[in-house]
C-alpha cells in the first residue's frame, strides 16, 4: 500500500472512530426534553418601544395598554423558556395621588420549532416604584408545552432608556411547573 494510501486510510479510521466516540457523548437537553414537571429560574428583558397615552379614570389616575417584546433565558442553560422570544400586552393602572401601581396581562412565547408557552400574569397594588413583584401562572401551551401549568413568582425592575419614549424592564421568574393534559383550547 503507498503513503499516500495508508494516510488517507488512516485519516479514514481516524474520523470514524471520532465520530463514534462523539456519539457516544450525551447531547445538551433541547426543550422537547422537557421533565414533565421542576423548577425553573428565568431572566427576562422586555421593550415597550411605543407606550400608548395614559386614559385618565379619575383626577389622579390612569390606565394605558402596554405591548412588550421580550427574550427569556433560562439560569440553567436549558429547560423551560430557555432562549426564548415573546410578547406580553399588559394594562397597568397607576393611582399618582396614592403613589400605587397595578398591572394584569398575558405573555405568549415561543421557541425556534414553533411551540408557545402561555402566561398569565399579576401585579397587585403595590406603591410607585422602580422595582415591582407579581405573581403569574403557566396557562397551557402548544407542542411539547402542551399542558402547561404551574405557579409563577416575577420581579421586574424598569430601567432608565437612552432613548426618549420607551420603557425597558428586566427581571426574573422562579417556580415550578408541570405538562400534564392539554386543556380544550390547546386541542
Not at 30 to 35: E, S
Request: proline residues 5%.
Amino acid at each position: 500500500m503507498s503513503e499516500n494510501r495508508q494516510a488517507a486510510l488512516g485519516a479514514a479510521v481516524s474520523c470514524l472512530v471520532a465520530a463514534g466516540v462523539l456519539g457516544l457523548a450525551p447531547m445538551p437537553a433541547r426543550a422537547g426534553d422537557l421533565p414533565a414537571q421542576g423548577e425553573y429560574h428565568i431572566y427576562y428583558t422586555g421593550l415597550n418601544p411605543s407606550p400608548t397615552k395614559p386614559v385618565q379614570i379619575g383626577p389622579q389616575r390612569s390606565v394605558t395598554v402596554s405591548t412588550s417584546v421580550m427574550t427569556a433565558v433560562n439560569a440553567a442553560g436549558s429547560g423551560l423558556l430557555h432562549n426564548m422570544a415573546g410578547r406580553c400586552t399588559g394594562m397597568p393602572a397607576v393611582d399618582a395621588a396614592a403613589k400605587t401601581m397595578e398591572s394584569h396581562g398575558y405573555s405568549d412565547y415561543v421557541d425556534a420549532d414553533g411551540d408557545h408557552a402561555y402566561e398569565k400574569w399579576d401585579y397587585p397594588v403595590q406603591p410607585l416604584a422602580q422595582a415591582s413583584e407579581g405573581t403569574g401562572e403557566w396557562i397551557g401551551g402548544t407542542g411539547k408545552f402542551a399542558g402547561l401549568s404551574g405557579r409563577i413568582t416575577i420581579k421586574s425592575q424598569r430601567l432608565n432608556t437612552l432613548a426618549d419614549g420607551m420603557v425597558q424592564v428586566v427581571g426574573e421568574k422562579t417556580g415550578t411547573y408541570t405538562l400534564g393534559a392539554k386543556t380544550a383550547s390547546e386541542n
